[in-house]
């Protein structure tokens, strides 16, 4: 398993959680699984909210700070019209 790639350790751990959705509601399990394991899941997702918004933030202050005032505003404007440029490309006015 240490030299499996993580995007397979990822979709082994999803399709293992699908399977066990599906055989714990047929089975009737359901009570053992809100009990014992949704609150790991729970904890899993207030982890990744307690890292995000810091590490936001941290990565607009850290590029204030690099980058000069003056360049700030062409490089915001040239990251607003690239996202612009990738959602025209991606999702076309019919």
Known sequence: MKNLALHWKIMIGMVLGVLWALISGYAGWNEFTIDWIDPFGVIFIN???FIAIPLVLCTAYINVVIRKME???????????????????????K
Request: net charge neutral; with cysteine.
């Open 47 to 49: 982890c990744l909210k």
């Open 71 to 93: 360049d700030l505003v062409s490089y915001g404007l040239n990251q607003f019209l690239e996202v612009f440029k990738e959602c025209n490309i991606r999702f076309p006015n």
